[in-house]
């Protein structure tokens, strides 16, 4: 019903500036929401940043908030996460997901019904 694709992944130094977008297509719901995960390898998927598509109200993980910061294109269709000052520890698959019934802080991945394929940030120190 939704689709995302990510993009805008790679490689950058430590302190470096990476901006991820993800394209949203497909029916979508009235109070839905885009959020933003990565997993790095063996690690439990982690929450990063939502963002209300309805009234682009935005929430952060504690640990990213100060140098991440995530936004939306309606125009676009696109929600945007910049990641500055990056840290060898950011590196990840960031994946992109929709919540069809998104609330403020939505931050379990069991709550984000549509995913997807995910994008590689590599930090090198």
């Known amino acids: 019903q939704v689709h995302l694709v990510e993009s805008g992944g790679g490689l950058v130094q430590a302190g470096g500036s990476l901006r991820l977008s993800c394209a949203v297509s497909?029916?979508?719901?009235?109070?839905?929401?885009v959020g933003w995960f990565r997993q790095a390898p063996g690690k439990e998927r982690e929450f990063v940043a939502a963002?209300?598509?309805?009234?682009?109200?935005?929430y952060y993980s504690d640990s990213q908030k100060g140098r991440f910061t995530i936004s939306r294109d309606n125009a676009k269709n696109t929600v945007y996460l910049q990641m500055n000052s990056l840290k060898p520890e950011d590196t990840a698959v960031y994946y992109c997901?929709?919540?069809?019934?998104?609330?403020?802080?939505?931050?379990?991945?069991?709550?984000?019904?549509?995913w997807g394929q995910g994008t590689q940030v590599t930090v090198s120190s």
């Open positions: 997901a929709c919540a069809a019934r998104y609330y403020s802080g939505t931050a379990r991945p069991n709550e984000y019904n549509y």
């Open positions: 497909g029916r979508t719901f009235s109070r839905y929401g």
């Open positions: 963002v209300s598509w309805s009234d682009g109200s935005t």
